[in-house]
């Protein structure tokens, strides 16, 4: 049994925020679960193309803007996944951080951050 507490796990910046990577590649789940914390006021241009995301908005809200540049509001209690390795932007609210809880499959090695200056950034 794997027991982690958010005290106990390291933030890993991944450009516009940090991720604390509960679960990762070494614990051999198979998917990684993340809290993630999206700077208030950013824009993060983003694809996965090796790996599907799903993730649950847990504080603040913001936006996702897919590949057809259709707009979709998170706040607390939305779902969204990506479930074509979809590019898209996540953009936090300028008043407030965007808490998400994120499950990646497969899992992340853990240490994953994305260059926001490429178009899409991706793992």
Do not use: Q
Not at 19 to 31: C, E, N, P, Q, V
Not at 57 to 86: F, P, Q, R, W
């Amino acid at each position: 049994m794997i027991i982690r507490k958010l005290s106990e796990v390291e933030g890993v910046e991944w450009g516009n925020g940090l991720s604390y990577r509960f679960l990762t590649l070494k614990d051999g789940m198979g998917y990684t679960v993340t809290h993630t914390i999206v700077r208030a006021g950013t824009d993060s241009a983003l694809e996965y193309k090796n790996h599907l995301e799903a993730c649950y908005c847990i504080a603040g809200s913001g936006k996702v803007i897919d590949s057809a540049g259709d707009e979709h509001a998170i706040e607390v209690g939305t779902i969204y996944a990506l479930d074509k390795h979809d590019p898209h932007h996540l953009i936090a609210s300028p008043d407030e951080d965007m808490v998400l809880v994120c499950m990646f499959t497969p899992a992340l090695i853990g240490d994953e951050s994305h260059n926001l200056d490429d178009e899409y950034s991706n793992y």
